[in-house]
């Protein structure tokens, strides 16, 4: 008889579950194609010439809290290289991020993008640096080629996973962008719970 008790119990368990909060919707413009010339231990970090364009698709703000909570994760398909990328609040005016607006560098590829009901907040005019990153090469790794950098952004509750390719050479530092790409944000992707149908009824009896 208690199979259909344990049946019960879990159902008025999930119902009572808080759901987590709505995610905000937004977009990200971001050079996807990258050249990266770096000398043998050298790295580099962009300032008001950036590499993103955030965009608030949404019908509320997009907070300064949300956007100090940022969290990256990125991994390289080579190793002895290290792509670091941050979203900068750079103090007393950075503000919050009204819906329909945009902000990041009024540079190409990336301001190609933004569309025309969206008004661009040009971080590059105001010499203030937003979403950037820094790219390293590690001493004594000289290899040339292409490297992928797999990076992850969770965002006022939203989830984009994306990729840099970067052409690497070596040489004095600089970069350059050659192509960019717009992609909307998700729901993160849940992990699974792992569980048995023993150790569900045993908290029942």
């Known amino acids: ?5 344990a049946l019960l119990a879990c159902v008025l368990f999930a119902s009572t579950t808080p759901a987590p909060a709505p995610a905000k919707p937004f977009d ?10 770096l000398c043998d231990g050298c790295g580099i970090t962009l300032g008001p010439f950036s590499y993103a364009i955030l965009v608030n698709t949404g ?3 997009i907070t300064v809290a949300e956007m100090d909570a940022a969290q990256f994760h990125v991994a390289a398909s080579v190793p002895g290289f290290a792509f670091y990328p941050f979203l900068n609040n750079w103090g007393d005016t950075f503000a ?3 819906p ?12 190609a993008l933004v569309l025309p009901h969206e008004t661009l907040e040009d971080t590059f005019a105001e010499n203030k640096q937003f979403i950037a990153f820094q790219v390293h090469r590690d001493v004594g790794t000289t290899y040339e080629g292409p490297v992928n950098f797999h990076i992850t952004l969770e ?18 530092p600089n970069i350059s962008f050659g192509h960019a790409t717009r992609q909307s944000a ?19 009896r």
């Not at 965002?155 to 984009?160: Q, R, S, T």
């Open 1 to 5: 008889m208690r199979f259909p008790f």
């Open 28 to 37: 990200l413009i971001y050079a996807d194609q990258a050249d990266i010339v």
């Open 59 to 61: 019908p509320t703000p």
């Open 96 to 98: 919050d991020l009204a």
């Open 100 to 111: 329909g607006r945009a902000r990041g560098p009024a540079l190409l590829p990336m301001s």
């Open 155 to 172: 965002l006022a509750g939203g989830w984009i996973e994306y990729d840099v390719l970067a052409q690497m050479t070596m040489g004095d």
């Open 186 to 204: 998700t729901l993160p992707p849940v992990a699974a719970k792992h569980s048995t149908w023993g150790a569900i009824k045993s908290l029942y």
